[in-house]
Nanobody
Framework: QVQLVESGGGLVQAGGSLRLSCAVS????????MGWFRQAPGLEREFVAA????????SYADSVKGRFTISRDNAKKTMYLQMNGLKAEDTAVYYC???????????????????WGQGTQVTVSS
């Protein structure tokens, strides 16, 4: 069983940056696509970014494109989300998940991922 643990969230001013980490433990990591999602109170969990097994293929939600960068280090079994130019609308709990299905195309649906971690809170002050 794969377990994911998110970290790196916090309180930041608008325009600031944060780097989130998703540490993976368990049987596999390097062969699976991974994704970042976020959820604000009262809202549905929404797609943020996804990355394939090698890191060579990525996908971003339009709302974060150009500001966020997803990456992974398979040797360290860790996925990252570098968030720059943060906006108040980015305030949410951020979760990482793993995709167990076919690797292409990159999936963007919440239901395409599982093994969610506990989440890490990102709060952006305006």
């Amino acid at each position: 069983q794969v377990q994911l643990v998110e970290s790196g969230g916090g309180l930041v001013q608008a325009g600031g940056s944060l780097r989130l980490s998703c540490a993976v433990s368990g049987r596999t990591f390097s062969t699976n696509n991974m994704g970042w999602f976020r959820q604000a109170p009262g809202l549905e969990r929404e797609f943020v970014a996804a990355i394939n097994w090698s890191g060579g293929l990525t996908s971003y939600a339009d709302s974060v494109k150009g500001r966020f960068t997803i990456s992974r280090d398979n040797a360290k079994k860790t996925m990252y989300l570098q968030m720059n130019g943060l906006k108040a609308e980015d305030t949410a709990v951020y979760y990482c998940g793993i995709h167990w299905g076919l690797p292409t195309p990159l999936r963007v649906g919440v239901r395409d991922y599982s093994n969610w971690g506990q989440g890490t809170q990102v709060t952006v002050s305006s």
